[in-house]
């Protein structure tokens, strides 16, 4: 599992109010916390082929029951080894917090492709199937 300072959107997260970031053993480890449920947070990255792209792009673009349609299909996208295409998530660990970034490999360094999107609740639960 990556840590959070890895992470491309590890400023977004830090800038969300609901997170809270704690340095332990002399600064040597980071513990990400969602505060209102007290939840640690995990971080994850899901390596795609490019044709995966689009379909990621639609389960950020979407809420509700057409967001938990939309992950489900995102979780029968195969993961590739060394894809270009990366998806990278903060969820914590109850599922009602989620952060999601897409990122493609460009010119040797990954470049946000997306906004980074903050989903709480049902949302984010619906997403947390991908990280299954």
Do not use: W
């Not at 977004?12 to 002399?26: G, L, P, Q, R, W």
């Not at 007290?38 to 995966?52: I, L, M, N, Q």
């Amino acid at each position: 599992m990556p840590s959070i300072n890895n992470m491309e959107m590890a400023a977004a997260v830090a800038a969300n109010k609901n997170i809270e970031i704690k340095k332990t053993f002399f600064g040597l480890k980071t513990q990400v916390i969602y505060t209102p449920t007290g939840s640690p947070v995990d971080c994850y990255r899901k390596e795609y082929a490019p044709d995966a792209e689009s379909s990621l792009g639609k389960m950020l673009d979407n809420t509700g029951d057409k967001l938990a349609e939309v992950a489900k299909n995102v979780a029968d996208i195969k993961e590739v080894d060394m894809g270009n295409v990366r998806l990278e998530a903060a969820l914590s660990r109850d599922h009602q917090f989620a952060a999601l970034q897409i990122v493609k490999f460009t010119n040797f360094n990954y470049l946000p492709v997306s906004e980074v999107k903050f989903l709480e609740g049902a949302d984010a639960a619906a997403v947390a199937t991908v990280f299954k």
